[in-house]
């Protein structure tokens, strides 16, 4: 019986070994075709990969080539054209004004709360393959306002009592619905030493102005940074921002009796910045001097300079400050404005200093929910020369003039939901007690020169706004304003600001 066992066992196993061996070659068969496979597709991959490098070598060398004829067209360089287009970097691309290199020390001041910008839409290929496409790559942003007010007075009839009409953007404006101010801004790097950036107002009157227009370093070492062209002057707090970031619809008073609504010299700015933990910046300005309260003098060199120096800091975790003096001297030749349907004008010299502050105070930092800013400046001017009664007629009669004019603005705005504010501001202007040789000498009488009498005017303004994101803003805002002896203009505005495409971050 154990014989037969060991027999069939050993039958079995002689048939199995067969089977056995066939399923092994099966195998290693299938798992040959899957490395040959594999290699097919390593092989046909590596071609693959070599053929696009060969392309974009390709591309490379035909947009090399094509700058090389540009600059030899346009009378330049092409290495400087190369060496622009190289340079122009992400944030060329995505539209950022670049700022001149300063130092990192300066960054810790006024972190508390800074407006967030606007996210930047980058036009650049994937991986910058294309650098040719950035030969002329500006950002562009627009912004579009409009407003519907109601004015219990009539507008054409307001002034500011006691001080000279500036001819600038004094008042509230017209009733009933307006366009408002739009503008359109386009700004890029020009090369690694250079940026540029224009601004075109464009008003409800279908009248286009340049707002700005100035080229500014981006290379110079040690804090320094040097503007030139057309500018808002860095002068005070608001006269730096453009009108559409104002928390208010309008400018206080005081911006609109001492500087025209907003001061914007043709010249030129140097600024630095101090290698500080503290933020301290001190600059000057040297302009034509043909911006109010100067005027257009037909004279070479600078006729007007301004110096000012701002510092700032945090206050812990969720406050900040920053503080500022500004002096501005210009000077006015023959500066005419209309009194009774007579025009008179002034030449002499113009001073005014500027004190301004802020604080802004967000939890631990973070403004997104709620935050609070409180904001003020506070003027005064001097001005010394001739005033010219009724020029260019029988009775023109020339005196001394002499005026000591002050005033200022208090705001304060909280933001009390992520996308709701509410506002109080309050204006005053004290036009002092000019001395006037006409009426003085007993020539003229106030009466010939009403606006000029004294009165301290003032206004109350409330407003709220609601802001979907940071491209978008509505807004309402009530006032009283009491500008004149005996009357009292109660307004209501309605705002809206939008902003189309990428927008630089705001100032703090």
Same mark, same amino acid.
């Given at each position: ?9 050993a ?30 597709m ?20 035909d ?9 030899t067209?346009?009378g ?21 004004l ?6 990192t020390a ?12 606007a ?72 090369d ?24 500014q ?9 040097i ?5 808002l002057?860095s ?11 104002w928390d ?16 914007k ?11 500080l ?10 302009g ?20 000012? $120096?701002?510092?700032?800091? *945090?206050?812990?975790? #969720?406050? &900040?400050? @920053?503080? !500022? %003096? ?5 000077? =006015?030749?023959?500066r ?33 929910n ?11 001017r ?7 009664y ?30 709701w504010? $509410?506002?109080?501001?309050? *204006?005053?202007?004290? #036009?002092? &007690?000019? @001395?006037? !040789? %006409?009426?003085d000498?007993?020539?003229? =009488?106030?009466?010939?020169l ?17 802001s ?13 304003d ?21 927008h ?5």
């Amino acid at each position: 019986m154990l014989k037969h066992s060991v027999l069939a066992a050993a039958l079995s196993a002689a048939v199995a070994a067969p089977q056995a061996y066939a399923a092994d070659k099966k195998e290693q068969k299938e798992l040959a075709a899957i490395r040959a496979e594999i290699r097919e597709m390593k092989a046909a991959y590596e071609a693959r990969l070599q053929a696009m490098e060969q392309r974009l070598q390709q591309a490379q060398s035909d947009s090399a080539a094509a700058k090389a004829q540009l600059a030899t067209i346009s009378g330049g360089a092409p290495s400087a054209v190369a060496a622009a287009s190289a340079t122009s970097g992400a944030g060329a691309q995505a539209g950022a004004l670049a700022t001149p290199a300063t130092p990192t020390a300066a960054a810790p001041a006024v972190t508390a709360y800074v407006e967030p910008p606007a996210a930047p839409a980058s036009t650049a290929s994937a991986g910058g393959a294309n650098p040719a496409s950035n030969l002329f790559n500006p950002n562009i942003s627009m912004i579009l306002g409009g407003t519907l007010q109601n004015l219990k007075q009539d507008p054409s009839q307001y002034r500011l009592q006691g001080f000279a009409p500036s001819g600038g953007e004094v008042g509230p404006g017209k009733r009933g619905f307006n366009l408002g101010e739009s503008e359109l801004t386009m700004a890029a790097n020009i090369d690694p030493q250079f940026a540029g950036q224009l601004t075109f107002s464009l008003s409800g009157e279908n009248e286009v102005s340049v707002e700005e227009a100035f080229i500014q370093t981006r290379a110079m070492e040690n804090g320094l940074n040097i503007k030139a062209g057309r500018f808002l002057s860095s002068i005070g707090y608001l006269n730096a921002q453009h009108a559409h970031t104002w928390d208010f619809v309008d400018a206080p008073l005081a911006y609109q009796a001492f500087l025209g609504g907003q001061y914007k010299p043709d010249g030129v700015q140097a600024k630095w910045l101090a290698p500080l933990d503290q933020f301290l910046e001190i600059g000057a300005e040297a302009g034509s001097g043909a911006a109010f309260p100067g005027n257009d003098r037909n004279k070479n060199g600078a006729g007007a300079v301004s110096v000012f $120096a701002h510092i700032g800091d *945090d206050i812990g975790a #969720s406050s &900040s400050y @920053r503080a !500022g %003096l500004s002096y501005l001297h210009t000077a =006015a030749e023959k500066r005419a404005y209309e009194d009774e349907g007579l025009t008179n004008n002034f030449s002499g010299n113009s001073n005014t200093w500027i004190a301004d502050a802020i604080y802004k105070w967000a939890p631990n930092g973070n403004p997104t929910n709620t935050n609070f800013k409180l904001q003020g400046e506070y003027f005064r001017r001097k001005e010394t020369g001739t005033l010219n009664y009724a020029v260019d007629t029988d009775a023109a009669a020339s005196g001394d003039y002499r005026s000591v004019q002050s005033g200022w603005y208090l705001q304060g705005v909280y933001q009390f939901m992520p996308t709701w504010r $509410a506002g109080l501001r309050y *204006d005053r202007l004290s #036009s002092g &007690s000019p @001395r006037i !040789g %006409l009426i003085d000498s007993g020539a003229l =009488a106030w009466a010939n020169l009403p606006i000029l009498q004294a009165y301290n005017p003032k206004r109350t303004s409330f407003m709220v706004d609601y802001s979907p994101s940071e491209f978008s803003r509505l807004r309402l805002q009530l006032a009283r304003d009491q500008s004149r002896p005996g009357v009292t203009d109660n307004q209501i505005f309605l705002q809206y600001i939008m902003s189309l495409g990428t927008h630089a971050a705001h100032s703090f």
